[in-house]
Nanobody
Framework: VQLQASGGGSVQAGGSLKLTCVAS????????MGWYRQAPGRERELVAI???????IYADSVKDRFTISRDNAKKAVTLQMNRLEPADTGAYYC??????????????????WGQGTLVTVSS
Protein backbone atom coordinates (compact mmCIF):
# COMPACT_ATOMS: atom_id res chain seq x y z
CA VAL A 1 0.00 0.00 0.00
CA GLN A 2 1.36 3.40 -0.96
CA LEU A 3 0.13 6.85 -0.09
CA GLN A 4 0.79 9.85 -2.31
CA ALA A 5 0.22 13.25 -0.73
CA SER A 6 0.13 16.55 -2.58
CA GLY A 7 -0.98 20.13 -2.19
CA GLY A 8 1.51 21.60 0.24
CA GLY A 9 3.08 24.98 -0.33
CA SER A 10 3.72 28.45 1.02
CA VAL A 11 0.99 30.95 1.80
CA GLN A 12 0.50 34.07 3.84
CA ALA A 13 -1.52 34.05 7.03
CA GLY A 14 -5.22 34.00 6.27
CA GLY A 15 -4.74 32.03 3.07
CA SER A 16 -5.91 28.56 2.12
CA LEU A 17 -4.42 25.28 0.96
CA LYS A 18 -5.91 21.93 0.11
CA LEU A 19 -4.02 18.70 0.77
CA THR A 20 -4.89 15.48 -0.99
CA CYS A 21 -3.71 11.96 -0.28
CA VAL A 22 -4.44 8.99 -2.52
CA ALA A 23 -3.94 5.38 -1.49
CA SER A 24 -3.00 2.65 -3.92
CA UNK A 25 -2.17 -1.03 -3.74
CA UNK A 26 -3.92 -4.13 -2.58
CA UNK A 27 -6.64 -2.73 -0.32
CA UNK A 28 -9.80 -4.55 0.66
CA UNK A 29 -11.26 -1.83 2.81
CA UNK A 30 -10.18 1.54 4.16
CA UNK A 31 -11.09 2.28 7.76
CA UNK A 32 -9.85 5.53 9.33
CA MET A 33 -8.14 8.20 7.21
CA GLY A 34 -6.41 11.20 8.65
CA TRP A 35 -3.78 13.89 8.72
CA TYR A 36 -1.05 14.57 11.26
CA ARG A 37 1.53 17.33 11.26
CA GLN A 38 4.93 17.94 12.73
CA ALA A 39 6.43 21.36 13.27
CA PRO A 40 10.21 21.78 13.57
CA GLY A 41 11.35 20.72 17.02
CA ARG A 42 7.96 19.38 17.99
CA GLU A 43 6.29 15.99 18.13
CA ARG A 44 3.89 14.80 15.48
CA GLU A 45 0.31 15.73 16.37
CA LEU A 46 -3.14 14.85 15.14
CA VAL A 47 -4.79 17.39 12.85
CA ALA A 48 -7.96 15.58 11.80
CA ILE A 49 -9.30 12.12 11.11
CA UNK A 50 -12.41 10.84 9.38
CA UNK A 51 -13.56 7.41 10.40
CA UNK A 52 -15.32 4.91 8.16
CA UNK A 53 -18.78 6.14 9.21
CA UNK A 54 -17.88 9.65 8.07
CA UNK A 55 -17.52 11.10 11.54
CA UNK A 56 -14.82 13.76 11.67
CA ILE A 57 -12.52 14.49 14.59
CA TYR A 58 -10.39 17.65 14.75
CA ALA A 59 -7.67 19.04 16.92
CA ASP A 60 -8.97 22.02 18.87
CA SER A 61 -6.45 24.29 17.16
CA VAL A 62 -7.93 23.68 13.69
CA LYS A 63 -11.65 23.39 14.42
CA ASP A 64 -13.78 25.72 12.28
CA ARG A 65 -10.81 26.35 9.96
CA PHE A 66 -9.98 22.91 8.51
CA THR A 67 -12.28 20.37 6.89
CA ILE A 68 -11.40 16.74 6.29
CA SER A 69 -13.26 14.62 3.78
CA ARG A 70 -12.89 11.25 2.12
CA ASP A 71 -13.76 9.71 -1.21
CA ASN A 72 -13.89 5.96 -0.75
CA ALA A 73 -14.21 5.24 -4.47
CA LYS A 74 -11.00 7.16 -5.16
CA LYS A 75 -9.31 5.95 -1.95
CA ALA A 76 -8.56 9.57 -1.17
CA VAL A 77 -8.63 11.88 1.80
CA THR A 78 -8.46 15.65 1.55
CA LEU A 79 -7.80 18.40 4.06
CA GLN A 80 -9.13 21.84 3.19
CA MET A 81 -7.25 24.37 5.28
CA ASN A 82 -8.65 27.89 5.55
CA ARG A 83 -7.59 30.94 7.56
CA LEU A 84 -4.11 29.49 7.89
CA GLU A 85 -1.90 30.74 10.72
CA PRO A 86 1.89 30.65 11.15
CA ALA A 87 1.34 28.03 13.86
CA ASP A 88 0.02 25.70 11.14
CA THR A 89 3.48 25.51 9.57
CA GLY A 90 4.93 22.01 9.41
CA ALA A 91 5.14 18.76 7.53
CA TYR A 92 1.71 17.20 7.03
CA TYR A 93 1.41 13.42 6.88
CA CYS A 94 -1.60 11.44 5.74
CA UNK A 95 -2.39 8.10 7.26
CA UNK A 96 -4.85 5.34 6.50
CA UNK A 97 -5.86 2.19 8.30
CA UNK A 98 -6.73 -0.58 5.85
CA UNK A 99 -7.69 -4.21 5.62
CA UNK A 100 -5.64 -6.11 3.06
CA UNK A 101 -4.43 -9.54 2.11
CA UNK A 102 -0.75 -10.17 2.66
CA UNK A 103 1.45 -12.16 0.30
CA UNK A 104 0.27 -15.38 1.94
CA UNK A 105 -3.37 -14.49 1.44
CA UNK A 106 -4.00 -13.74 5.10
CA UNK A 107 -6.25 -10.89 6.14
CA UNK A 108 -4.32 -8.07 7.77
CA UNK A 109 -5.20 -4.68 9.18
CA UNK A 110 -2.38 -2.17 8.99
CA UNK A 111 -1.72 1.53 9.23
CA UNK A 112 0.23 3.26 6.48
CA TRP A 113 1.77 6.74 6.27
CA GLY A 114 2.43 9.09 3.40
CA GLN A 115 5.75 10.80 2.77
CA GLY A 116 4.75 14.18 4.13
CA THR A 117 4.03 17.44 2.40
CA LEU A 118 5.33 20.77 3.66
CA VAL A 119 3.05 23.66 4.58
CA THR A 120 4.60 27.04 5.33
CA VAL A 121 2.50 29.95 6.55
CA SER A 122 4.15 33.35 6.80
CA SER A 123 2.90 36.25 8.89
Amino acid sequence: VQLQASGGGSVQAGGSLKLTCVASGSILRIHDMGWYRQAPGRERELVAIVIVTGRQIYADSVKDRFTISRDNAKKAVTLQMNRLEPADTGAYYCTVNVSRLDTNGRLRENEFWGQGTLVTVSS
